[in-house]
């Protein structure tokens, strides 16, 4: 309890134990759209200014450059009274990113670009940059990211998720260690962010004013007991709103209470004491690696999300790339900065945490689709301007022919000449990548006439081709290469090795594939690949229960609060068909076909020559609620550990069962440092056990949904995620 007031003036402490940050964490998107998430920022932002005007010792903190750019645009006289209330110090420009995003599913260039946009829109705004990093609602903190923010002149960290009940730390402020090294002095946030009133409170009388006392009095305890000062969050959040004239009387008659105990102040002034403290003497308590995990249902669900994020971030990065490369290479400069910075920007609202971790309601998850695709047409169009300009200056000229006669097209009617292909790879290192040529061609060259094996597949068209060709490309970095397409007439030039193979054996009746780095067998009875082993050194490396999807009941909601792993029953899919769908010179195509109930999975093993990998390919026509997919890859690995992709980083996690998030990639290795990787570019979770590992494919709870009473499984009502 807090001490009552007395008559007598008391003795006000210069330093307050407990620090009243106010601020309102406002969500743009999650049961409201990005419009009415507009509107929530102008309102929260107006009544903000209106509380600063009014209180001479109050200050703001407000996140996400998003927002100020939003009132820029939309109300310039606020967007003044802002600066005015910036340069005084008063309203606190938090964060550094252009929302508040999930902090595990982005690559790292995404959190390079939240920060980069971000920083430098507050410099040029304000003419300054925020100081403390800000995800108070952000579901977990990889391992990485205190290396980007503090070169990114963030100099601390507030976060609140994972809480007490999820991970055990050693007090609310401590030093967070990321995997280079680099540390930030970061706060948990304790109780909440807010101190607004839950939907299913009553608006009774004195109820905001309470809930304010009994919180100040639980931190200035713990603050007491720790030795260390506590930040107080002050306002109503979600859906913006801000410190309320409740909030700010009760805080003020509480410092009146505590002799200034409990005070207002600013996330930079609590930060600016820990430095002194430090510089002091003082010490934190250490904590490494990742900040995990709360809501791992998150980096599953609406698994088209995730997807297209990906799909965005590398589309970008290779626009800008292969921009930067035209420009060295032809001296033509493409003006196309403000053009990727309005995709970048509409890719890094769309990883705001509820929008990235499919929490969404469905009209706002199709909502945001719309970003997605402006964002892939915008590095498109720059992506089609650099190749087209790089590849007229390609040498594709052709012995004996004139210029008008060359062939620059792929017409099947003009098959007299070969036909050139430029492929550009806008990675920074050499890679080796299967490729699908829009072309029937029956032999490849590249170079010198140097042959190149082509294998015909699938057109997946009615129109022109009934096939296209399948080629195994080495590309430089950031480079190009002419591939030389032929028809009939030609084939005989290019050799045999450029030809379409005969027969091969029926890997569907062998039980087996193979290339020249490894063999694949599988069980055709039970659907079930049960050995992939290395030419090179003969090791076996999964275990005997083998490779393949299971079902698992999951009744959890959409963030899967309170689950550490997914322990329901597995449930094994039945086997309809095992067929041969493909073999020839530059791979070979196993397709498992496996029904669940009114559910579909089709598994595709594919081996690609040259290349010492298996690719796993799912397709899934899914129509099932509150169940998980999971594809189990069991390995025989000893005394596993987990070496795990993080934004721009690696980190080592332990094999314990837990649900993890999956950025890409994992390695599962031994002491010795043998071991297997594995990628994916749709699933985003796994959990490994010991060498049994599972990647998490899809789950299908209701959308948005946080378990409340009112919930039903119809479809129409209340849709459940990843359907179809």
């Known amino acids: 309890m807090l001490p009552q007031e007395s008559t007598s003036a008391p003795q006000v402490s210069a330093v307050p134990r407990v620090v009243a940050i106010p601020n309102a964490h406002i969500d743009p998107v999650w049961i409201w759209d990005w419009r009415e998430g507009l509107r929530e920022v102008i309102a929260t932002f107006t009544a903000a200014a209106d509380r600063l005007d009014q209180h001479p010792d109050l200050y703001f903190a407000a996140s996400s450059a998003c927002y100020y750019e939003w009132v820029e645009e939309m109300d310039p006289a606020l967007f003044a ?41 507050f410099q040029r705004a304000f003419g300054t940059t925020a100081t403390i990093g800000y995800n108070i609602d952000s579901f977990g903190h990889a391992a990485s990211l205190p290396q980007l923010y503090r070169k990114a002149g963030l100099r601390a960290y507030i976060m609140m998720r994972p809480g007490p009940h999820e991970k055990e730390l050693p007090a609310s402020l401590f030093r967070w260690e990321g ?93 600016d004491r820990i430095s002194r403290e430090l510089a002091a003497g003082g010490t934190l308590p250490l904590v490494r690696g990742d900040l995990h995990m709360h809501a791992v249902g998150c980096y599953t669900a609406v698994a088209w999300m995730k997807r297209e994020n990906a799909a965005c971030e590398a589309a970008l990065v290779a626009a800008e790339n292969l921009a930067a490369v035209c420009e060295m290479a032809t001296g033509v400069r493409l003006d196309v900065q403000a053009t990727l910075r309005s995709a970048w920007t509409r890719v890094l609202f769309n990883q705001f945490h509820d929008s990235l971790g499919g929490t969404c309601t469905e009209e706002v998850c ?40 060359r062939n620059q097209s792929l017409n099947p009617f003009v098959a007299h000449f070969p036909v050139p292909l430029v492929v550009f790879n806008p990675l920074s290192r050499p890679v080796r990548v299967p490729l699908e040529l829009p072309h029937p061609a029956t032999s490849v060259t590249v170079g010198h006439d140097e042959p190149v094996p082509v294998q015909p597949i699938a057109s997946r068209e009615g129109t022109r081709y009934a096939h296209h060709g399948l080629v195994v490309a080495d590309l430089p970095a950031m480079g190009h290469r002419v591939y030389w397409l032929r028809r009939d007439a030609d084939a005989a030039d290019a050799g045999d090795a450029g030809r379409v193979a005969g027969p091969r054996p029926d ?81 070979t195509v196993v397709r498992l076909r496996y029904v669940w109930d009114a559910s579909t999975i089709w598994m595709d093993l594919i081996l690609y020559a040259g290349l010492p990998e298996l690719e796993v390919k799912l397709r899934v026509d899914w129509h099932q609620r509150h169940q998980l997919l999971k594809l189990i890859v069991p390995l025989a690995v000893d005394r596993p550990v987990i070496d795990a992709g993080v934004p721009y980083g690696t980190v080592e996690r332990a094999a314990d069962g837990r649900e993890e998030v999956l950025n890409h990639w994992i390695g599962v290795r031994e002491p010795s440092g043998a071991g297997v990787l594995c990628s994916s570019d749709v699933g985003y979770a796994y959990d490994a056990d010991g060498g049994r590992v599972r990647l998490t494919v899809l789950r299908s709870p209701r959308y948005s949904d946080h378990g409340r009473p009112w919930t039903t499984d119809d479809p129409i009502a209340q849709p459940a995620t990843d359907q179809g």
């Open 179 to 271: 995997v280079d090294g680099t540390a930030l002095p970061t706060y948990r946030i304790k109780e909440a962010y807010q101190t607004g009133l839950h939907d299913e409170e009553p608006p009774a009388g004195g109820a905001e004013r309470r809930l304010i006392e009994t919180r100040a009095a639980s931190l200035l305890s713990d603050a007491i007991s720790e030795h260390a000062p506590a930040m107080f969050f002050v306002g109503v959040g979600d859906h913006g709103g801000g410190p309320t004239q409740v909030a700010i009387d009760a805080v003020h008659r509480i410092r009146a209470q505590t002799a200034g105990d409990v005070a207002f102040g600013s996330a930079a002034g609590y930060f």
């Open 507 to 587: 890997p569907a009746t062998a039980g087996q594939l193979e290339n020249d780095d490894l063999v694949v067998a599988y069980d055709r009875s039970a659907g079930v690949v049960t050995s992939i082993t290395s030419k090179q050194t003969g090791r076996q490396w999964l275990a005997p229960e083998g490779l393949r999807p299971v079902v698992l009941p999951d009744p959890s909601d959409t963030w899967s609060h309170f689950v550490v792993r997914y322990e329901e029953p597995e449930q094994a899919c039945s086997l309809a068909a095992a067929e041969f769908v493909e073999a020839g010179p530059v791979r």
């Open 366 to 405: 199709d909502d945001l689709r719309q970003f997605y695709g402006y964002a892939r047409t915008q590095a498109d169009t720059v992506l089609t301007r650099a190749t087209q300009l790089l590849a007229m200056r390609a040498d594709t000229a052709i012995a004996g022919t004139a210029t008008a006669e």
């Open 81 to 121: 009274r802002i600066r005015e209330h910036v340069a005084a110090g008063r309203w606190e420009l938090v964060g550094g990113e252009w929302v508040e995003p999930d902090c595990n599913l982005p690559a790292g260039e995404s959190v390079c670009r939240q920060l980069l946009y971000s920083q430098r829109y």
